[in-house]
């Protein structure tokens, strides 16, 4: 505070006072009051997007986080796509800086390299078991070493460790990864994730542990691995910018060629080749690019058969579409019950577009179908205590029910999903069973959804429906295997009326059943060994190896009651890439699958994925990739910070429903030891994410400002006794 100036006619020896006094008095507390206030305003600019961001280290102390920018160059050669993705860490401070960063890939990726560019040298990883790579790691680090390591925390969620960034410096690590194109009713598609949604993780059930004396198991163990800084799109620009470059070799003259999710620049090369980059240049990393690609008319092909040469042998890959029914199968009577999350991960957009699939499912609903619908957040109400015909009184109770509903609250959804499988009349027969589940699938505990498909799913199909600019594809994915159902992703409003008008067609129209596949040669691995029923317009992707491609793969099953057979020449197999690594990966899926369903035991599983990783150099849950620099870089008695990157949050996801209204985003605890200590149901407390570490430490400065105020007033009360 200004003291307050003197009057000439006040009685006290001041009223003459000593020449320069009087700015003396003045200038000591302007300046540290200017102080104060520069030390209050200056952190401000942190946490604004363009400057800089500020987050908890593992030691306590705040550091600068790494700035990240990456580049993905894609190739698409016929089935299969060739990623390169390279994430350039950048390191503004004057410390050195271990980056933790945590980022999506395809759900299907077979991650198989990755590389460490420091300065000149390059430094190409290995591919070990997880903790011995996890100790390699950590040994480099501590001993100063450049270092890199890849994990897999999910099929589709990998963190990238990158350890002694220098001072000003810029680091490289590029990871490839091997991917099938997907393709259904004649369009192939391309899908890059580029932001890892935030998830909920149900806390341990505590009647349980109560009940039997003991623990509950965590259903999320390694929360603290799937979990990063998140910022409020209100408050920060978005940060990790992304390059993107596609060279399409489609393998047939090309028709449209488009994406739904970004503006993109389209360049012809040839009949059948295209080149596709960003418009902008740049994308901002949230949410997840699509690219769509249709043939020329009359030139789709009718199927694929391709093949690469391995070690050992041959990998296989056929893609093959049946065709529709030749004449349309009678009317089936369906059960469907329609689940929608209205979770707070779904906030803003991702709410309307659920709502509005959901009110075209039931739009579709025919004479003789039943229907129910069940909403789901940290609870869940089903709208009818069973099913009730789709007639018109209980079809517009049940769209005055989906249109009230609000984004809010935690995501439990084990309970909603067994509620949907519960069936009151397992054995009867002439109609068809179908639960159409709409969601983001912002969650950790895939496990426990999985187990509860394969021991509940009865006589239902399971319909996945991915809302949003970013859902969880391995989720989606996998549960629509396990349910022998579908998974369609609705990621912007325009899409809504297409994909749910596919989707419904698909539910309405027979599947081609009792799909067999036979080999006229022995000794061939094909995976799935136990096919899919297939839906109106989806193909069936059959990956095997052999010691040579030679004779026919018999493909027979029944489309609408008719039987059906396709008779495939193996010689007449084109030249692929990649094959190989496909095999491997489904048959890692497999061997996953056959875990959880208790087809293997745990154990008979893990040395099956752990074997097939090491032979074909794949990252899993139980391998990694490790890159180690031979020489020490940091010098003796130089401290490590240790940061996790931020991410920005999913494109159309809302903060506040999400987090909760007027969140704050305060210096956290580190987060490791705040995580551990997070066992409340509410989603504010179970789901780990650390809030960004934006806001200033006002109240330090403003301390620092007020001592200089008083070192002002003592200097000047020292002159003036002087005086």
Do not use: C
């Not at 779904?346 to 129910?372: E, P, T, V, W």
Request: charged share 20%; proline share 8%; aromatic share 4%.
């Amino acid at each position: 505070m200004l003291p307050i100036p003197l009057s000439p006619h006040h009685p006290t020896p001041l009223a003459r006072p000593a020449p320069g006094l009087t700015r003396n008095l003045l200038l000591g507390p302007l300046i540290a009051l200017l102080l104060a206030l520069v030390a209050g305003i200056a952190p401000a600019r942190a946490g604004d997007g363009s400057g800089t961001l500020l987050l908890r280290s593992e030691g306590g102390a705040p550091v600068e986080a790494p700035r990240l920018r990456a580049d993905a160059a894609i190739t698409v050669s016929g089935p299969t796509a060739r990623a390169t993705i390279t994430q350039a860490f950048r390191n503004t401070t004057a410390e050195w800086v271990e980056g933790t960063y945590l980022f999506p890939l395809p759900e299907d990726a077979a991650v198989d390299t990755m590389k460490l560019v420091v300065g000149d040298r390059v430094i190409v990883a290995e591919i070990r078991e997880r903790e011995a790579a996890r100790r390699a790691y950590e040994a480099a680090k501590a001993e100063g070493k450049a270092a890199a390591l890849t994990e897999q925390q999910r099929p589709n969620l990998f963190t990238n460790a990158v350890a002694n960034i220098g001072p000003g410096e810029t680091v490289l690590v590029q990871i490839e990864y091997q991917q099938p194109v997907r393709s259904s009713a004649g369009t192939y598609a391309l899908r890059l994730p580029t932001v890892a949604a935030p998830r909920y993780n149900p806390a341990p059930t505590a009647v349980r542990s109560v009940a039997e004396g003991v623990p509950a198991a965590d259903p999320v163990p390694d929360r603290d691995k799937i979990a990063a800084p998140v910022l409020d799109p209100a408050r920060h620009t978005p940060v990790n910018p992304l390059k993107l470059t596609i060279d399409l070799k489609a393998g047939f003259p090309l028709g449209q060629v488009r994406s739904a999710t970004h503006a993109i620049r389209v360049e012809e090369l040839s009949e059948a080749e295209r080149r596709i980059t960003l418009v902008d240049g740049a994308t901002a990393a949230d949410r997840d690019f699509e690219l769509t690609w249709t043939a020329a008319p009359g030139e789709a092909p009718a199927l694929g058969l391709f093949r690469e040469q391995v070690a050992g042998g041959e990998a296989v890959l056929a893609v093959v579409t049946p065709p529709a029914a030749a004449s349309p199968a009678a009317s089936v009577p369906r059960d469907v019950v329609f689940v929608i999350d209205n979770s707070g991960s779904m906030g803003g957009a991702s709410m309307r577009q659920a709502k509005a699939s959901l009110l075209i499912g039931l739009d579709r609903l025919r004479a003789g179908d039943r229907f129910n619908v069940i909403r789901f957040d940290d609870s869940f109400d089903t709208l009818f205590p069973d099913l009730v015909p789709a007639d018109e009184t209980h079809l517009d109770r049940a769209k005055r029910f989906v249109a009230s509903l609000e984004a809010s609250g935690g995501t439990e959804m084990l309970a909603p999903l067994r509620a949907a499988l519960r069936d009151a009349a397992p054995g009867e027969t002439g109609r068809l069973r179908q639960v159409v589940f709409l969601t983001d699938g912002a969650i950790g505990n895939e496990a426990q959804i999985f187990s509860a498909i394969a021991a509940e799913r009865g006589r239902s199909r399971l319909f996945m429906v991915g809302i949003g600019s970013a859902p969880n594809g391995y989720l989606m994915s996998h549960a629509a295997e396990l349910g022998q159902g579908s998974f369609t992703q609705i990621g912007t409003p325009d899409q809504v009326t297409e994909r749910m008008r596919a989707l419904l067609m698909k539910l309405e129209n027979p599947a081609v059943t009792d799909l067999t596949a036979t080999f006229s040669e022995p000794g061939v691995d094909a995976t799935p060994a136990r096919l899919p029923d297939l839906y109106r317009g989806e193909p069936l992707t059959l990956p095997a190896r052999m010691a040579q491609a030679r004779g026919t793969l018999t493909l027979a099953g029944r489309i609408g009651g008719e039987p059906w057979q396709a008779v495939l020449s193996l010689d007449a197999a084109q030249a692929g890439t990649g094959i190989g690594k496909l095999w491997a990966r489904a048959k890692i899926a497999e061997a996953e699958t056959a875990r959880l369903t208790g087809r293997l035991s745990p154990d008979a599983a893990d040395a099956a994925i752990l074997q097939l990783a090491l032979d074909h150099g794949l990252t899993t849950r139980l391998t990694s990739l490790v890159a180690v620099d031979a020489t020490p870089r940091r010098p003796e008695g130089a401290r490590l910070v240790s940061t996790e990157l931020p991410l920005n949050l999913p494109a159309g996801w809302d903060f506040a429903s999400l987090f909760g209204e007027g969140a704050a985003q305060p210096l956290a605890p580190p987060p490791r030891q705040r995580r551990a200590s997070a066992p409340a149901p509410q989603l504010a407390a179970a789901q780990p994410v650390a809030l960004p570490q934006t806001a200033t430490d006002f109240e330090i400065r403003a301390w620092l400002g007020g001592l200089l105020l008083a070192l002002g007033l003592g200097l000047f009360l020292r002159r003036r006794a002087a005086a």
